[in-house]
Structures are given as C-alpha cells and as structure tokens.
C-alpha cells in the first residue's frame, strides 16, 4: 500500500501466487510470481504481475506495476451503468448492474477487481477459462469499456433528458 502522502491510498487485492522451481546442482530453486489487483476504490483500477525470489517482494512489484498502469471506470454510484461484456483470451466475464443492496455477486478474481475499484453492486458472471490471469484482464476489459449516458449523449449529439 502507499504510504506517500502525496499519493491517493491504494487497495491492493492478491489474486495468485505461482511458484516456478528452476533444478540446480544443488537440488529446486524457487521462485514466485504475483498477480496483484491494484484500485483506488473511486473509480481507477489495475492488474498488476511481479517476480521475485520471494512472495513478498514478488507482491511488491505487482503492486507497483499494477499503480502505473491504473485506467478510469465510469461508475454509476456503487454500481456500473449498463450491462457489458469483456473478453480476454478465452476468458469471457459478464457484468450486469445490480440495485444498492445487492453486494458483489461474483467469483474471487471478479470479486477482487469490482471491490478494487469501488463498485458495492453488481451482479456478474465468468464464462470459458477460469484463468485468474485472464478473467482478472476480462473484467478490466469490461470495465474499461462502460460509457455514462450523458457520454454517450455528447457523443451522438442528443440529448434523452
């Protein structure tokens, strides 16, 4: 988490930890990879991976990866403003938004990403590979995409008031 206070404080999710043995002379040597989902619970949010010797540090660059590369989500409240889908690879995740009291209805990898970015409703379903890599990137994917009606409006050119 950021400790800077010139920085906005960060939610970081852990979603995986992989370990890799590498064979030595002297028997395995380990090391581990992190998928980390990074959000601001306002609005912003990020997967990030690190690899390291360790677990912690791993998780560290993770989180430090995911910070840089943070994308904006239009949010409606605590929910999203309309249906869409994402799809990365053969991970495909479905997000339909849900009235104030619902919760997150979703898996842990979708469930880390909606509660990164600070979504409280919504109701969501995860098809083809459970990939925590690839549904994780899905749900980005999908999130990244949403437009609010009066974006949509500007861009069309009418207004629906």
Do not use: Y
Request: proline share 4%; aromatic share 4%; with cysteine.
């Amino acid at each position: 988490m950021a400790n800077d206070s010139t920085q906005s404080e960060v939610i970081d999710k852990v979603v995986k930890i992989r370990r890799c043995a590498a064979v030595v002379k002297g028997g395995r040597r380990f090391s581990f990879s992190a998928l980390v989902i990074v959000g601001d619970g306002r609005g912003k949010v990020a997967w990030g991976h690190g690899k390291a010797n360790e677990v912690p540090p791993a998780v560290e660059k993770a989180i430090k990866d995911g910070t840089r590369k943070m994308v904006s989500v239009q949010l409606d409240g605590g929910t999203i403003p309309h249906e869409i889908v994402g799809r990365f690879g053969a991970a495909q995740v479905v997000l339909v938004p849900a009235s104030p009291g619902t919760g997150v209805i979703a898996g842990a990898t979708v469930r880390a990403v909606c509660e990164a970015v600070g979504i409280s409703d919504i109701l969501t379903k995860s098809f083809g590979s459970a990939n925590p890599a690839n549904v994780a990137k899905a749900t980005i994917d999908a999130l990244a995409h949403l437009r609010s009606k009066s974006s949509v409006e500007q861009l069309r050119g009418v207004s629906l008031s």
